[in-house]
């Protein structure tokens, strides 16, 4: 066997850190969505003190994913860890916004129960608002790891440094893509396969706005691309299905594009 190439492997930079596993990562935040939201599992809480001390487990474990993960001092690591706990409530309220958004703008949505539980684009908004969170922290490689968990699962793939406000709602979600710089506002909407990128990817573009920035109330529906980050779509406009757009749109306009279509009917004789 090779020896140089197994020694290369072992000798590998960070390979001795025991960083937990991508799975045990993600689990942990799908326990603190549990914790937020019992009716997502079946572990269902019974009183105060039984609720506080699974909080306080779920933010040991924090502490040990910060302090695995990044090379901050312990007494910091404890810091973050509580100060994420501390912003909890504000980060449920949020949540009830999104819950609220996809309710009140699905027909096919018969409860808030039903949202919770079936719907993916909930469950990637709810990993992305907790990897958001963890991402101001300057967190190293966990956020990344949630929302990948959340790509991989419902097929949205959102980065943990996009900021995205209140009411946010995306209906099916399959194949949306949201870029590093995008920033959205209050009550968007987003179909499936909507794409908020850049124009290039060169590296040297790395901490630049390089994806749109969507305003309040605008609707983008499937197969939309918008690229760049001197693109903004104005408040209340809407964005028909598979438009291609790299220039900025005044508020309350309406874009599409008119591909041709032909219908031939073929009469048979019989």
């Known amino acids: 066997m090779?020896?140089?190439?197994?020694?290369?492997?072992?000798?590998?930079?960070?390979?001795?850190?025991?960083?937990?596993?991508?799975?045990?990562?993600?689990?942990?935040?799908?326990?603190?969505?549990?914790?937020?939201?019992?009716?997502?599992?079946?572990?269902?809480?019974?009183?105060?003190?039984e609720i506080k001390q699974h909080a306080l487990k779920l933010q040991e474990e924090l502490l040990q994913i910060i302090g695995t993960s990044s090379d901050y001092p312990y007494s910091y690591s404890q810091h973050l860890a509580a100060q994420f706990f501390d912003a909890l409530p504000a980060l449920?309220?949020?949540?009830?916004?999104?819950?609220?958004?996809?309710?009140?703008?699905?027909?096919?949505?018969?409860?808030?129960?039903?949202?919770?539980?079936?719907?993916?684009?909930?469950?990637?908004?709810?990993?992305?608002?907790?990897?958001?969170?963890l991402n101001t922290f300057d967190l190293p490689l966990v956020p990344r790891i949630l929302t990948e968990h959340a790509h991989s699962k419902t097929g949205i793939d959102i980065h943990p440094a996009a900021t995205i406000g209140e009411y946010f709602h995306i209906d099916h979600g399959t194949g949306i893509v949201v870029g590093e710089t995008t920033t959205i506002g209050r009550y968007v909407k987003l179909y499936q396969?909507?794409?908020?990128?850049?124009?290039?990817?060169?590296?040297?573009?790395?901490?630049s706005k390089r994806h749109p920035t969507v305003e309040d109330g605008v609707v983008i529906y499937s197969g939309a691309t918008i690229l760049g980050g001197d693109t903004v779509i104005g408040h209340h406009s809407v964005i028909g299905g598979n438009v291609w757009l790299t220039q900025s749109?005044?508020?309350?306009s309406t874009v599409y594009h008119t591909p041709t279509i032909t219908v031939q009917n073929i009469t048979q004789n019989i």
Request: charged share 15%; net charge negative; with cysteine.
């Open 92 to 133: 449920y309220e949020t949540l009830n916004t999104d819950i609220q958004a996809i309710y009140d703008g699905d027909p096919a949505a018969r409860s808030e129960f039903e949202v919770i539980r079936t719907y993916p684009g909930f469950y990637a908004i709810c990993f992305y608002r907790i990897a958001h969170l």
């Open 2 to 49: 090779n020896d140089e190439f197994y020694n290369h492997l072992l000798n590998k930079p960070d390979s001795t850190k025991a960083i937990p596993s991508n799975t045990v990562i993600a689990d942990w935040a799908l326990s603190v969505i549990n914790l937020l939201y019992p009716q997502h599992s079946r572990n269902l809480f019974h009183t105060l003190k």
């Open 249 to 252: 749109v005044a508020p309350h």
């Open 193 to 207: 396969g909507v794409t908020l990128g850049a124009l290039s990817v060169h590296k040297n573009l790395a901490g």
